[in-house]
């Protein structure tokens, strides 16, 4: 997730979104495989311009970035205060072309309206809202089929969703309103730059570890991880490789 800034006339505010862009680029460089990104359409438009992150290569990861990304609407607006509101046709048509900003910005990105992220550093607007049972059935009658979060943003987001939780099955379940919840397991806590007195190959080691233990003591449960820190934060590509 590349979190939006809460001004982008203030250079003070664009830190944690430059580092975020930074720290993609840099992963997609260290892993062979396709990556998911969260990005406002705004934010994917400062990256491809490279006023955002000059002279980092943000501007040329924009341009070659061939992984996914998640559309979101533009202008800003979140699917509950949307539906409450009788604003399900705006939203849609914001969706629309924030679908589109995003693809113009980052061309070679295939970018997904199928799945909607859950996290609060996307909507500075609307931090702390959460998806109501109209909320996701706006995001339904749009075709959109999973929520993508963070434990933590799932338990505070989404309506009448604790009593559904498995935690012998955390990373994957279905909520209530029917939107499967595709969730970062706590386990790759250890993905993130936090832990610096670890080496990254154990760090590498014991998130597999984890999964190991878990998928062999439910043998006959469909398992399923999401490689990204508990925080949704771009993982520390050295120990992402290890684990690739």
Do not use: C, K
Request: proline share 7%; net charge negative; no cysteine.
């Amino acid at each position: 997730v590349v979190p939006t800034p809460t001004s982008f006339d203030d250079s003070s505010t664009l830190a944690a979104t430059r580092e975020a862009l930074e720290a993609i680029a840099e992963l997609d460089a260290a892993v062979d495989v396709p990556l998911s990104v969260v990005i406002d359409p705004r934010v994917a438009e400062f990256a491809a311009d490279g006023s955002l992150a000059a002279g980092t290569g943000v501007g040329v990861w924009a341009a070659s970035f061939d992984g996914e990304a998640y559309a979101l609407p533009s202008p800003e607006l979140d699917p509950s205060t949307a539906a409450v509101s009788d604003l399900g046709d705006e939203f849609a048509d914001y969706l629309v072309d924030g679908t589109n900003r995003i693809a113009a910005a980052l061309p070679a990105a295939v970018v997904r309206r199928d799945i909607w992220p859950l996290d609060g550093a996307v909507f500075t607007t609307v931090n702390g809202a959460v998806l109501t049972p109209a909320g996701a059935d706006l995001l339904r009658s749009l075709g959109i089929r999973a929520l993508v979060s963070s434990w933590d943003e799932a338990l505070e987001r989404v309506e009448d969703i604790t009593g559904s939780l498995d935690a012998t099955t955390i990373a994957r379940f279905a909520a209530p309103d029917g939107l499967e919840v595709l969730m970062a397991d706590p386990a790759t806590s250890r993905l993130g730059h936090n832990d610096v007195d670890t080496a990254p190959l154990e760090r590498a080691v014991r998130v597999l570890a984890d999964w190991t233990v878990r998928r062999h003591a439910q043998p006959s449960v469909t398992h399923w991880a999401m490689l990204s820190t508990d925080d949704m934060s771009p993982p520390d590509p050295v120990v992402a490789a290890a684990i690739i």
